[in-house]
């Protein structure tokens, strides 16, 4: 059975601090790994790695994957009230004979920014 | 594009009652994919579709679940009957089908008295 573990599964700081949520999967035929926000509704995409080490970056928020070790870690620098929201990891994997497509997903990990 | 539609928004019923949740993809999207989202297990995945066909469903809990997509552009998720435990955000999410991004609807909050 695929499994995606978040850690830590809640965390709160305060503004401008910086923060280090982590991933780790053990899962058959991986073929990506993707990280989502959750405010109040649907989750909405950050970034998807599919290559070890190589960082992916977006303003403050940035994240890299290390396939020997089957984790990721996306980092949030200078945190701000308005990234208070779950952050979810998910692993995607491919069937046998690599046909279809799915994503499974961790618990995630709930941030919260105090001002 | 609109995005990934989900029908209704809220829905409160009655332990034993039908619910049939609705969901419109995102035009092109080969997959699609229903989750279920509890704050206990968090994102589960459901069944997932791929060119109307169902891929892989092992993550229906019980009989009392199913799910169809005649087309298309139109998917359902009925639960009969409704459980309490059935209570929880049902999300709708479609794909291009290729490894990558889901999109994912709004959810459907479930609450089952």
């Known amino acids: 059975e695929d499994k995606v573990v978040q850690s830590p599964l809640s965390l709160v700081v305060h503004e401008g601090d910086t923060v280090t949520l982590n991933c780790s999967y053990e899962?058959?035929?991986?073929?990506?790994l993707l990280w989502y926000k959750q405010e109040k509704k649907a989750p909405t995409f950050l970034f998807m790695l599919?290559?070890?080490?190589i960082e992916k970056k977006s303003g403050r928020l940035s994240s890299i994957l290390d396939k020997k070790e089957l984790f990721s870690i996306l980092n949030i620098t200078a945190t701000q009230t308005g990234d208070s929201a779950i952050y979810l990891c998910?692993?995607?994997?491919?069937?046998?004979?690599?046909?279809?497509?799915?994503?499974?997903f961790g618990k995630g990990t709930l941030l919260t920014v105090n001002p | 594009d609109a995005g990934v539609i989900q029908s209704p928004r809220h829905e409160v019923t009655e332990m034993g009652q039908e619910v049939t949740l609705r969901c419109k993809p995102i035009?092109?999207?080969?997959?699609l994919f229903w989750y279920r989202q509890t704050m206990m297990r968090g994102l589960e995945l459901l069944i997932y579709?791929?060119?109307?066909?169902?891929?892989?469903d092992s993550g229906m809990p019980e009989d009392r679940f199913s799910a169809k997509m005649p087309n298309a552009s139109f998917s359902t998720l009925k639960i009969q009957p409704s459980e309490p435990r059935d209570s929880a955000v049902y999300f709708c999410?479609?794909?291009?089908?290729?490894?990558?991004?889901?999109?994912f609807g709004e959810g459907s909050r479930l609450t089952v008295l």
């Open positions: 999410a479609s794909s291009p089908g290729r490894p990558g991004e889901l999109f």
């Open positions: 899962v058959t035929n991986f073929r990506s």
């Open positions: 599919t290559s070890s080490g």
């Open positions: 998910a692993v995607g994997v491919t069937s046998l004979g690599g046909s279809n497509y799915k994503l499974t």
């Open positions: 035009s092109g999207h080969d997959y």
């Open positions: 579709f791929n060119n109307n066909v169902p891929i892989d």
